[in-house]
Nanobody, 121 residues
Framework: QVHLVESGGGLVQTGGSLRLSCAAS????????MAWYRQAPGVQRELVAR???????YVATSVNGRFTISLDNAKNTVYLQMNSLKAEDTAIYRC???????????????WGRGSQVTVSS
């Protein structure tokens, strides 16, 4: 079993910054990718950013230029640095990881429990 533990969420004012962390632990033979999703009431779930162990990244156009994703391979921890925050960034942010638990495992997607980010306006 693999567990994802998120931290860093909270309340911040418009224009401020926040850094989210997500650490993966458990049976991890190979980590193929980690990502951040977000969802607000009445809004479709959105892929915010994704990163591979090789450092290849994807960032959604809605946050491009303001958010940066990074990965510490040694700690199996992904970070999301959020700058110039806006009210529309308010959402539950959930960590995602694609993990192989053995050399014969093709890979399974795991999710964190979510962390609330609220941007005051």
């Amino acid at each position: 079993q693999v567990h994802l533990v998120e931290s860093g969420g909270g309340l911040v004012q418009t224009g401020g910054s926040l850094r989210l962390s997500c650490a993966a632990s458990g049976r991890i033979f190979r980590l193929d990718a980690m990502a951040w999703y977000r969802q607000a009431p009445g809004v479709q779930r959105e892929l915010v950013a994704r990163i591979s162990p090789e450092g290849r990244t994807y960032v959604a156009t809605s946050v491009n230029g303001r958010f940066t994703i990074s990965l510490d391979n040694a700690k199996n921890t992904v970070y999301l640095q959020m700058n110039s925050l806006k009210a529309e960034d308010t959402a539950i942010y959930r960590c995602n990881a694609d993990v192989a638990e053995s050399r014969w495992d093709p890979g399974t997607t795991y999710w964190g429990r979510g962390s609330q980010v609220t941007v005051s306006s």
